[in-house]
């Protein structure tokens, strides 16, 4: 499978020309309602789900809302898209097997045939696995052909609209909306309609990443996952790489749910001797990486977590480097649904996206990862106090 290069430029097109179509010319130069953001939920805060239900509420009849859910449980979210597709707007909800049992899900699926629209449904890939993906389809995002005044909006983050779990409202979670980007969301388009694909019988491809390499697209740059398990081929490692500490002493603020993947963790290491500073915050450190990292008690690294029992833990999938990546100056996050562990590289249907040298953007991210920080209550500050980033009653692994 080659990257669909024509399919994207003919979508972009056609939503260029959606947009501008029979408008008058006022209406065209006017600034939609709805601009590029980012949306942050606080424990037991409802925000992420307060604005993603406004742009539903805000999808126009005979528009089209795509959605893909690792887990869609939440009443305020089923409901609004079931609602919207009453009124005449075709919904389109994949989720990932599991998924499929929540009375919610059931009554927005019910809902959807019951409108009698073929082009609205709701489909999940296989029990037990992802679409592509041999564990989990998890992405968390939101296709909105037009909403709020936009065209073209890409909604995606890390909450999984499990109601009051960390991974839901009961946790720190990161969502980042970008309008207007027609190249990102035909990425998205093609991306979703090739988990459709699978979803309903065609072949699986467990290297979805390599048929389907990262496209930069304005500021954007998006990357597709799972990908096979090659010597060399740790994205976010790759990322670090493109990092410097020499002329420029970088920042790199790195807050997660689960941070397991020994390359990441040796190239943290390897930027911090160089003069790099890494602020971290995670819930889920294998013994291994936490030691690893903390060993000789490294200057310029910093690790926090939760104690246990703390049910308000981290629950984002955010990397935000400042300093000299790519060139001295850039200011960039990374963001979408992938955790740092290894099932998430190989194994899950994921979602990432990076924005570059937007200083809005970035500047809310960080200010949300110092909020993170300020709220977690375990310090991590030699190996022996690794112990405290496993507690008893870790959260369960599907909620990630």
Request: charged share 25%; proline share 5%; with cysteine.
């Given at each position: 499978?080659?990257p669909?290069?024509?399919?994207?430029?003919?979508?972009?097109?056609a939503?260029l020309?959606?947009?501008?179509?029979?408008?008058?010319?006022?209406?065209?130069?006017?600034?939609?309602?709805?601009?590029?953001?980012?949306?942050?939920?606080?424990?037991?805060?409802?925000q992420i789900?307060?604005?993603?239900?406004?742009?539903?509420d805000?999808?126009?009849?005979?528009?089209t809302?795509?959605?893909?859910?690792?887990l869609?449980?939440?009443?305020?979210?089923t409901?609004?898209l079931?609602?919207?597709?009453?009124?005449?707007?075709?919904?389109?909800?994949?989720?990932?097997?599991?998924?499929?049992?929540?009375?919610?899900?059931?009554?927005?699926?019910?809902r959807?045939?019951?409108?009698?629209?073929?082009?609205?449904?709701?489909?999940?890939?296989?029990?037990?696995?992802?679409?592509?993906?041999?564990?989990?389809?998890?992405?968390?995002?939101?296709?909105?052909?037009?909403?709020?005044?936009?065209?073209?909006?890409?909604?995606?983050?890390?909450?999984?609209?499990s109601e009051?779990?960390?991974?839901?409202?009961?946790?720190?979670?990161?969502y980042?909306?970008?309008?207007?980007n027609?190249g990102?969301?035909?990425r998205?388009?093609?991306?979703f309609?090739?988990?459709r694909?699978?979803?309903?019988?065609?072949?699986?491809?467990?290297?979805?990443?390599?048929?389907?390499p990262?496209?930069?697209?304005?500021?954007?740059?998006?990357?597709f996952?799972?990908?096979?398990?090659?010597?060399?081929?740790?994205?976010?490692?790759?990322?670090?790489?493109?990092?410097?500490?020499?002329?420029e002493?970088?920042?790199?603020?790195?807050?997660?749910?689960?941070l397991?993947?020994?390359?990441?963790?040796?190239?943290?290491?390897?930027?911090?001797?160089?003069?790099?500073?890494?602020?971290?915050?995670?819930?889920?450190?294998t013994?291994?990486?936490?030691?690893?990292?903390?060993?000789?008690?490294?200057?310029?690294?910093?690790?926090?977590?939760?104690?246990?029992?703390?049910?308000?833990?981290?629950?984002?999938?955010?990397?935000?480097?400042?300093?000299?990546?790519?060139?001295?100056?850039?200011?960039?996050?990374?963001?979408?649904?992938?955790?740092?562990n290894?099932?998430?590289?190989?194994?899950?249907?994921?979602?990432?996206?990076?924005?570059?040298?937007?200083?809005?953007?970035?500047?809310?991210?960080?200010k949300?990862?110092?909020?993170?920080?300020?709220?977690?209550?375990?310090?991590?500050?030699?190996?022996?106090?690794?112990?405290?980033?496993?507690?008893?009653?870790?959260?369960?692994?599907?909620?990630?």
């Amino acid at each position: 499978m080659k990257p669909h290069g024509k399919r994207i430029g003919a979508l972009a097109a056609a939503l260029l020309m959606t947009g501008a179509a029979g408008v008058p010319a006022a209406a065209a130069s006017a600034p939609p309602q709805l601009t590029t953001r980012a949306d942050f939920n606080t424990p037991g805060g409802g925000q992420i789900v307060e604005h993603l239900r406004k742009l539903i509420d805000g999808a126009p009849a005979n528009s089209t809302i795509r959605t893909a859910q690792f887990l869609l449980r939440d009443e305020p979210i089923t409901d609004a898209l079931a609602e919207a597709a009453e009124r005449g707007v075709h919904v389109q909800v994949l989720v990932n097997g599991r998924a499929t049992g929540h009375p919610n899900y059931q009554d927005l699926k019910n809902r959807l045939k019951k409108t009698g629209d073929k082009k609205s449904w709701a489909k999940s890939c296989a029990d037990g696995r992802g679409c592509n993906g041999g564990n989990a389809m998890h992405n968390k995002f939101f296709l909105f052909e037009r909403t709020l005044g936009a065209a073209a909006v890409v909604a995606t983050g890390s909450a999984n609209f499990s109601e009051n779990t960390t991974g839901g409202k009961g946790g720190w979670n990161s969502y980042y909306t970008d309008v207007g980007n027609a190249g990102l969301f035909a990425r998205y388009n093609d991306y979703f309609t090739d988990l459709r694909k699978v979803a309903e019988g065609a072949t699986a491809n467990p290297d979805y990443y390599e048929a389907n390499p990262p496209v930069v697209t304005g500021n954007t740059k998006s990357y597709f996952y799972p990908r096979l398990k090659d010597e060399g081929n740790d994205t976010v490692e790759n990322s670090l790489k493109e990092v410097g500490c020499l002329s420029e002493k970088s920042k790199i603020r790195i807050g997660v749910w689960s941070l397991t993947r020994m390359k990441i963790i040796e190239r943290l290491r390897f930027l911090a001797a160089l003069g790099c500073t890494v602020d971290i915050v995670a819930l889920r450190m294998t013994a291994g990486a936490c030691e690893t990292l903390m060993k000789g008690q490294p200057d310029r690294v910093r690790l926090r977590g939760f104690k246990a029992g703390n049910e308000h833990g981290i629950h984002e999938k955010n990397m935000m480097i400042e300093g000299d990546y790519l060139k001295p100056g850039t200011k960039v996050v990374f963001t979408g649904s992938q955790n740092f562990n290894n099932p998430s590289l190989h194994e899950n249907d994921e979602n990432v996206i990076r924005i570059l040298d937007n200083d809005g953007i970035y500047r809310s991210f960080v200010k949300n990862f110092e909020q993170v920080a300020d709220a977690a209550d375990e310090e991590i500050e030699s190996p022996a106090d690794c112990v405290k980033m496993l507690p008893p009653n870790e959260p369960d692994p599907a909620e990630g």
